[in-house]
């Protein structure tokens, strides 16, 4: 099979939604001697962008979403099982820890924001569900990340978003990271009050902003 | 206000079933485990009886409620079916199964509407004059999905139980402009919906014969805006459902337990000055 054929095969699994096929075509393009970013950027992201397309479009619904998902994860193990952390990190167009704020335990959103980031190229760290203000600050610190990406899906965890930014701030460390939050109830105009610096209403546009947010970093 | 509905949670009926649940004193109470994960345990889950868990305290709510509040209609309230199943499974293998093991999903959801169907039952002994069913992770699927893992499910509560005398409202606060169809498939008297659409696309999807409930966004608006926000965006809605003679006012889902008392004034106050004509 050509290197052509194989990432033309990445990306019809995810397009398919195919875990089996893309586990299939990862060890493919692995014995083919394919560098793992352009599995990535020419296969298994193309099929990623179809599918959050058509999701956006209203024609695609959330569980083939979910599963297009998979599928992507499913590869990426493959493709970049044998690769150092340092490596990894040099190829990715930035790093972001992303959970889902301390005392929500709504993940579903966060999980397919985590997937769409790592189909945009970035590598993302991610903490799960219910993480707490210190734990998020730790983490970021310890793995130096560009962007700490947040999610709360109720007004009564929103605060713990105001927090992160303010525990950052109380350790002067605040120009070290961007936040970037979403979630059903938070809006453009929480995240100004709270003192982040971005806003994304979906996965899609929380890739974009991630984007804008590492020029904005690259330009100092 | 045209009806009164009693307190409900999202977890009792789990819990009931057998999940476990965390209480605090700030927070919604949330489930915290899953109990079903394959065919098997989709195959050995019992159904609860009606008398078991936290059920009969909202029954007992919805009695005296029923008993004290005469001058309006009072309902109780439920999670649908497939929120009930998505929270036995958990929601993103629940999702998954209903592509993937479609048998599994409908395993559970058939004991989770006989549970329902005796839930609702015991509300309108109660004397209710209706039920509010809260079917929200329905809002995920994809239309024809929502007919065979949501709707037919809801269908067979509502045969069970509504007549004159006791409404089903089937509520669902998330995207659901291409799920009126589905929803309105299920035959309850009243849809309610969130602020996750535009009002008028859902309404001009449904005949006048049905009550439709909606919109204002309980967060942004009613939680965390200013009395003149709430003011404005209230009569905003109620101005562009003239032409609808079904529309009932509402938020668009339960409200934060720390909204500002304000804030719901405000809101009521807008009704009445857009019935008084100001």
């Known amino acids: ?220 | 206000m045209i009806g009164a509905m009693t307190g409900m949670d999202l977890t009792s009926e789990a819990q009931t079933f057998g999940c476990k649940v965390s209480f605090s004193d700030k927070e919604a109470p949330h489930v915290t485990d899953e109990i079903v994960f394959d065919r098997a345990s989709a195959e050995s889950l019992q159904v609860p009886s009606i008398q078991a868990g936290r059920g009969p305290v909202f029954v007992k709510a919805a009695e005296l409620a029923a008993q004290n509040i005469t001058d309006r209609p009072t309902f109780g309230g439920m999670l649908g079916p497939f929120s009930l199943a998505a929270v036995l499974m958990g929601i993103e293998r629940a999702l998954k199964a209903s592509i993937k093991d479609k048998q599994t999903v409908h395993i559970v959801l058939e004991k989770c509407t006989q549970y329902g169907i005796a839930y609702a039952k015991a509300f309108k002994e109660a004397g209710a004059n209706g039920v509010l069913l809260a079917e929200p992770t329905a809002g995920l699927l994809a239309p024809k999905q929502c007919d065979e893992f949501s709707s037919r499910y809801v269908k067979e509560i509502v045969d069970a139980v509504q007549d004159e005398g006791f409404f089903v409202v089937l509520h669902n606060c998330g995207q659901t402009v291409k799920l009126v169809n589905s929803m309105v498939s299920t035959g309850a008297k009243g849809y309610h919906f969130g602020n996750a659409v535009d009002m008028v696309d859902v309404i001009s999807q449904i005949p006048e014969d049905y009550l439709v409930f909606g919109n204002i966004d309980p967060a942004r608006v009613l939680n965390e805006g200013t009395t003149e926000l709430v003011k404005g965006t209230t009569k905003a809605l109620l101005g562009k459902m003239k032409p609808y003679r079904h529309f009932v006012l509402s938020s668009g889902c339960d409200l934060p337990p720390e909204i500002p008392i304000a804030n719901l004034e405000s809101f009521f106050e807008a009704l009445d000055e857009f019935n008084k004509g100001k």
Not at chain 1, 74 to 93: H, N, P, Y
Not at chain 1, 115 to 134: C, Q, W
Request: glycine share 8%; charged share 25%; hydrophobic share 45%.
């Open chain 1, 1 to 220: 099979m050509s290197q052509q054929e194989i990432l033309e095969k990445l990306k019809n699994a995810i397009e398919e939604t195919d875990s089996d096929l893309a586990a299939e075509a990862a060890g493919e393009a692995v014995i083919a001697g394919i560098d793992p970013l352009i599995a990535v950027n020419e296969g298994l992201s193309k099929g990623m962008t179809t599918i959050s397309d058509l999701f956006d479009e209203g024609e695609l619904f959330i569980p083939q979403l979910l599963l297009a998902a998979e599928a992507f994860e499913t590869a990426m193990v493959v493709l970049f099982g044998d690769m150092s952390d340092e490596a990894r990190s040099k190829a990715s167009q930035g790093k972001i820890l992303i959970h889902t704020v301390q005392g929500d335990i709504h993940d579903i959103g966060k999980n397919i924001v985590k997937t769409m980031l790592s189909a945009g190229g970035f590598e993302v760290i991610d903490l799960g569900r219910d993480v707490a203000v210190e734990e998020v600050v730790r983490q970021a610190k310890e793995n130096k990340v560009d962007i700490i990406a947040g999610s709360a899906l109720m007004t009564t965890t929103m605060p713990a978003q105001r927090d992160i930014v303010a525990v950052l701030k109380e350790e002067g460390i605040r120009d070290q990271f961007k936040c970037l939050f979403g979630g059903a109830p938070v809006s453009p105009e929480w995240v100004a009050k709270i003192g982040a610096d971005a806003y994304a209403e979906t996965a899609s546009g929380a890739v974009e902003q991630a984007k804008a947010l590492m020029a904005e970093i690259r330009r100092g």
